[in-house]
């Protein structure tokens, strides 16, 4: 693998988290790189159609100018739905800011199972 395909982020893992809360469902989508421990997120969707609507931006390169986009909905098919209280998205999100760790991941993965939609 060259310094560039290094410093590419390649989501092998995608996460689309459901909170329930009283008033409402609150949508966010995560996307996991195990080889590179990248992480990255997006949130703050009331309906699962306004996810799917939108078109994920991704660096061709880490630091670099080009990106591309895919649209939600393509990768909803392949995405790991996981239907959370608010305690358990307070865990998913603290563990999203920690340092990364396979093990604490595939452990929360495990913990919480495929809810497909």
Same mark, same amino acid.
């Given at each position: 693998?060259?310094?560039?395909?290094?410093?590419?982020? /390649?989501?092998?893992? +995608?996460? /689309?988290?459901?909170? #329930?809360? @009283? =008033?409402?469902?609150?949508?966010?989508?995560?996307?996991?790189? +195990?080889?590179?421990?990248?992480?990255?997120? +997006?949130?703050? +969707?009331?309906?699962?159609?306004?996810?799917?609507?939108?078109?994920?931006? /991704?660096? #061709?390169? %880490?630091?670099?100018?080009?990106?591309?986009?895919?649209? =939600? =909905?393509?990768? %909803?098919?392949?995405?790991?739905?996981?239907?959370?209280?608010?305690?358990?998205?307070? @865990?998913?999100?603290?563990?999203?800011?920690?340092?990364?760790?396979?093990?604490?991941?595939?452990?929360? /993965?495990?913990?919480?199972?495929?809810?497909?939609?």
């Amino acid at each position: 693998m060259n310094r560039r395909q290094r410093q590419k982020m /390649i989501p092998s893992t +995608w996460i /689309i988290a459901i909170k #329930q809360t @009283e =008033a409402r469902k609150y949508y966010a989508l995560y996307a996991i790189d +195990w080889k590179r421990g990248g992480r990255l997120s +997006w949130e703050d +969707w009331n309906s699962h159609t306004d996810l799917l609507q939108f078109h994920i931006p /991704i660096k #061709q390169k %880490a630091g670099g100018t080009k990106s591309s986009s895919q649209p =939600a =909905a393509k990768i %909803a098919k392949k995405a790991l739905y996981l239907n959370l209280n608010e305690t358990q998205y307070g @865990e998913l999100e603290q563990l999203f800011y920690q340092p990364f760790s396979k093990k604490q991941w595939r452990a929360f /993965i495990k913990e919480h199972p495929n809810n497909n939609m």
